[in-house]
């Protein structure tokens, strides 16, 4: 009976464990939830980043052990994903609430108190231990005692100095020391960066490679000496005033670091070249010209000393120009240039008839944001107004016009102008000793402010003056008298025709000009805009004579080759007040 009993047990031990094994590997119907309270922002989110529960969420369940497994371990998971911000003494707990159709894992987090810097101990040795750069990094970056010990910053700036190490040409820096020690009973922490620099790294020589062009020429794109110290700045401005330059397709800059000599690094530049003819074609349409054709023709390169030779031929309903142009590098041939051009422009709208020659030679200087343009030319023009006979008028001008540019874009569309403004200066005149049929002196000045109000909004601000003084206005053709009127100038009113009229009603230009305008533009959806403005602006011979005014609607495509504008604009001060459509393309600067 014994031996009976004990069989019975055994079997009952047989049929229970596997039971009891089945209930905890066993998979559930049940989905799985994850749930963290406590902590929220950038806490909750690196939390559940950390989290390897996760993965799992709306998920069937697997068995109970992995359950229980991973939500154990996800406590020192959270605890983890906290300490980059500074809580090591937070505590997290967690319970399993189980029902037929969800399992939630519930964890409630406790964060203490933050730790925060006590001592910050950053040692710059070798040559950047004067460098003024690595001064200014460390008193930017450095933590302060106090600060929340967060990783980020303390990473930062392990970074930032390597990062400035190596765009000062300390080739040999290293970091020595790196280390943090965290007091949990106090909630500070200690950190110690010991940052050896080794010698700062000079350029060497800078050689070019398989270039069609002079020595000579490549070597003015330089704006670096032999021996002065490194920086990756001006290489890489070197590769950027190469690659713009028109004249090569590709442009790689190496410093060959291997083959320094004396701390001093040679410059290996590889260039490829770019095709040397550019053809053009196009048409477009504006209000202001009509229908139009663009024909071109560019020659990158016309000898090995980097004289260009560029020609375009624009056909409009309004105006046809031929114009050559022959530039020849300057001193720095990224920002310098001469240039002899050569213009034809007939000129056929509104009963004013105009054909112009003009032959100039142009002296370009840029200076950052400023850019210079001294200019002597000599024209001859022969225009109308009306019936009344043509003139002809000769002029040598010497002119000169400065131009400053500032502006931000929007981060993520160099399209967008966010702030900036553009202010222009211009002079030129002549006289009747130098080949001048009469004599005259011009000045004109504008400016364009756009000013972000706030995500949405945006107020563009517009202004031009000109006046000149003359002996016998009567001389001088329409491409040196004032005119308003048209896309760019007061909209609402047709292409040049706000100004004096002559007997037959023809505007025939003034001496005195005055142009603004006021909008404000709204982001409705990406890339696109509405606006309203009011334009104020006339043409006159004398400053006191009144001002046109127009008020308009329009919309803006903020597209991949630059804003396109339409607006409708109505001319007030017109019988009727008349409405204009007015088609434009290009930067709002």
């Known amino acids: 009976m ?34 963290i309270t406590g902590i929220e922002d950038e806490l909750l989110r690196n939390a559940q980043l950390f989290l390897s529960l996760k993965e799992l969420e709306n998920k069937q369940v697997p068995s109970l052990f992995r359950v229980r497994y991973l939500a154990r371990q996800g406590e020192q998971e959270i605890l983890s994903a906290l300490e980059p911000f500074g809580f090591y003494n937070a505590s997290v707990q967690h319970q399993i609430n189980q029902t037929a159709d969800v399992w939630l894992i519930q964890y409630q987090v406790e964060l203490g108190n933050v730790t925060t810097y006590n001592q910050v101990t950053v040692d710059i040795r070798g040559a950047a231990e004067d ?12 933590p302060q005692t106090g600060q929340v010990f967060e990783h980020q910053s303390y990473e930062r700036l392990k970074t930032s100095l390597r990062s400035l190490a190596a765009e000062r040409g300390y080739y040999d820096a290293e970091l020595l020391k790196h280390e943090v020690h965290v007091e949990t009973t106090t909630q500070t922490a200690d950190a110690t960066l010991l940052f050896d620099s080794g010698e700062r790294y000079q350029f060497g020589p800078t050689s070019f490679c398989c270039s069609f062009l002079e020595d000579e020429l490549l070597h003015r794109f330089v704006q670096y000496e032999s021996g002065q110290p490194f ?71 016309v000898n090995s000393r980097g004289h260009r030779l560029s020609s375009v031929l624009r056909l409009s309903e309004v105006q046809n120009t031929g114009f050559v142009s022959y530039v020849i590098p300057g001193r720095n041939p990224a920002r310098d240039s001469y240039s002899y051009t050569g213009e034809v422009t007939d000129r056929s709208f509104e009963q004013q008839q105009s054909t112009l020659y003009r032959t100039a030679f142009n002296d370009i200087r840029h200076y950052d944001k400023w850019h210079r343009t001294y200019q002597l030319s ?78 949405d909004w945006r107020m563009l601000l517009r202004g031009e003056v ?18 308003a009127g048209g896309d760019h100038s007061v909209r609402g009113y047709a292409y040049q025709q706000l100004g004096p009229k002559n007997a037959e009603g023809v505007v025939i230009g003034g001496r005195y000009l005055v142009a603004t305008s006021v909008e404000f533009d709204y982001a409705f959806k990406p890339n696109w805009r509405l606006a309203v403005f009011s334009d104020f602006g006339n043409s006159m011979m004398d400053w006191d004579e009144s001002l ?7 919309v803006r495509w903020i597209s991949p080759i630059g804003p396109i504008r339409l607006d409708l604009a109505a001319a007030i001060d017109e019988p009727g007040s008349p409405w204009r459509l007015h088609l434009t393309l290009g930067p709002d600067l």
């Open 548 to 554: 046109k005014q127009s008020v308009g609607v329009g």
């Open 466 to 483: 000109g006046a000149l003084t003359v002996d016998d206005f009567d001389l001088l053709g329409p491409t040196l008298r004032f005119f």
């Open 231 to 301: 920086t990756t700045r001006s290489l890489l401005e070197l590769q950027i005033d190469l690659a713009g330059s028109g004249y090569f397709s590709s442009v790689e800059v190496s410093p060959q670091w291997q083959q320094a000599d004396n701390q001093e690094v040679p410059i290996e530049v590889s260039l490829s070249p770019n095709n040397r003819n550019r053809y053009q074609l196009g048409v477009g349409y504006g209000t202001d010209t009509g229908a139009r054709v663009t024909l071109g023709f560019d020659r990158r390169w």
């Open 2 to 35: 014994r031996y009976i009993q004990q069989w019975v047990i055994f079997l009952m031990m047989v049929i229970v464990v596997p039971a009891h094994a089945q209930t905890r590997w066993q998979t559930s119907e049940a989905i799985l939830k994850v749930e």
């Open 378 to 455: 000599y024209q001859r023009e022969n225009f109308a107004f009306g019936s009344e006979p043509t003139t002809s008028s000769n002029f040598l001008i010497p002119a000169i016009e400065w131009s400053l540019i500032d502006s931000a874009t929007v981060q993520d569309n160099r399209n967008m102008i966010d702030d900036g403004y553009r202010l222009t200066l211009s002079l030129q005149g002549g006289h009747d000793s130098f080949l001048s049929d009469t004599n005259f002196i011009s000045a004109k000045v504008g400016a364009k402010w756009i000013q972000r109000l706030n995500d």
């Open 131 to 142: 460098d003024a750069a690595f001064k200014k990094l460390v008193t930017a970056l450095k």
